[in-house]
């Protein structure tokens, strides 16, 4: 039998509402975690080996922390496992098959789009997470703790950076031009383990 050793997991990310596809080999996968991290540079998570079964440790696209174990046997036989949040049942994305991933994708990937109707100033929220993006691009987003993983929680007012790890977030504001101007003068954002900040906490002017 021959037993394809590639696999794909498929995301939403919280930050771009966009699907970001992880492929990697079975054989990669260990109790160490391996980081999945999004195109637009915040982490969704961590997969990893425990013992008989894997774990997805992810953020929803409403930025809920969600944990699923997949038995070891469905891991490496099923061409497609629909993620589902055990929180709430919400589809958190896919995992299996790299053909089979792409195609419920495209079945599917209207579902989780945002209009403007979702935010207090979409010009803005646009905005704020460009600014971020460019942040985390130069890796001047992070926490000190001792795994970091940088995920974001985006409402309709406002957008939180959470560590998945520890918990610690950074709270900012995301609705008028003046909440814009005081994160374009951000330089770093740096949190602390276990922490929860305002923005205007953490100015750093870039020089």
Not at 117 to 142: C, H
Not at 145 to 170: A, K, N, R, T, W
Request: with cysteine.
């Amino acid at each position: 039998m021959i037993v394809n050793s590639e696999r794909t997991i498929a995301l939403t990310c919280p930050a771009c509402q966009g699907f970001q596809k992880h492929t990697f080999s079975l054989f990669s996968i260990s109790k160490k975690p391996l980081q999945l991290v999004c195109s637009c540079g915040f982490s969704q998570g961590h997969l990893r080996r425990i013992n008989k079964h894997f774990e997805v440790d992810v953020l929803s696209v409403e930025g809920d922390r969600a944990r699923v174990l997949i038995p070891k046997g469905q891991f490496f036989a099923m061409p497609l496992v629909d993620l589902l949040s055990p929180l709430n049942g919400e589809s958190l994305g896919y995992l299996g098959d790299p053909a089979h991933v792409q195609d419920r994708i495209l079945d599917g990937q209207s579902a989780f789009s945002l209009t403007s109707d979702d935010f207090a100033n979409p010009e803005v929220m646009r905005d704020i997470l460009q600014l971020l993006e460019d942040l985390a691009e130069g890796d001047n987003i992070r926490c000190e703790c001792e795994h970091p993983s940088i995920g974001i929680d985006v409402y309709p007012d406002q957008v939180e950076l959470v560590c998945s790890y520890c918990g610690s977030m950074v709270q900012i504001e995301a609705s008028t031009r003046r909440h814009q101007e005081r994160l374009a003068k951000v330089g770093q954002i740096v949190m602390e383990p276990c922490t929860s900040h305002f923005l205007g906490e953490w100015l750093k002017p870039l020089t």
